[in-house]
Structure formats: structure tokens, C-alpha cells
């Protein structure tokens, strides 16, 4: 197999176990997921799942998250995308050694 080739896999945020196990052996993730529209509920649950996929990192020993973002963005900048979005950094940032 080629090391170079890149795998994609399912997101299935809540099938956490699953996610650790699709995560093992990478040493960089390229995260460039987000929501920017309201679930059916009407949440946007898109902080949440950053945040699963984070943990599902860390519990699976990736070295890194590349996490594409928002530019500068802020917690009290009063969009409520953009705050989720710094909130999500702030995340990557405190749970990633690198």
C-alpha cells in the first residue's frame, strides 16, 4: 500500500469507539469539518462534534490536528458561528500537545 495515500472514512460522531479505531496509526489530521447551519433541532452541533473528534484523537495518540478555522476569530464578537468557532481552537489548542 502507499503510505502517501490519503484514507477517508465516516464520520459517525456517535459511534465514538469507532472513531478512536479509524484514527489509530495517523500522525496528522486535517480537520476542515464544520456545520454552519442549525441541525433539524435547530442546534448547531458542530462545536460538540470538533470536540468528539479532538477526543477521539487524543484517545487514538494522533500527533496533530491541522484544524481549519475562521480568520481571527472570537468568542465575544457577537456572531454566534464565528464564537463557536474561536471556542473550537481554544479546544484544539488545550487538548493537542503539538
Known sequence: QNPTQVKTYPLGF???DELVNNFRGVD???CTYWM???DKTGKNPGL????TIV???VKAEVKRIVYVSHTKPS???GISYI???ARAE???AANMQS
Open 36 to 38: 454552519r447551519y442549525e
Open 55 to 57: 477526543d477521539a484523537c
Open 90 to 92: 481554544a479546544y484544539v
Open 14 to 16: 456517535d459511534q465514538f
Open 83 to 85: 464564537e463557536a468557532k
Open 75 to 77: 468568542v465575544d464578537c
Open 28 to 30: 496528522v489530521l486535517y
Open 48 to 51: 460538540q462534534r470538533i470536540k
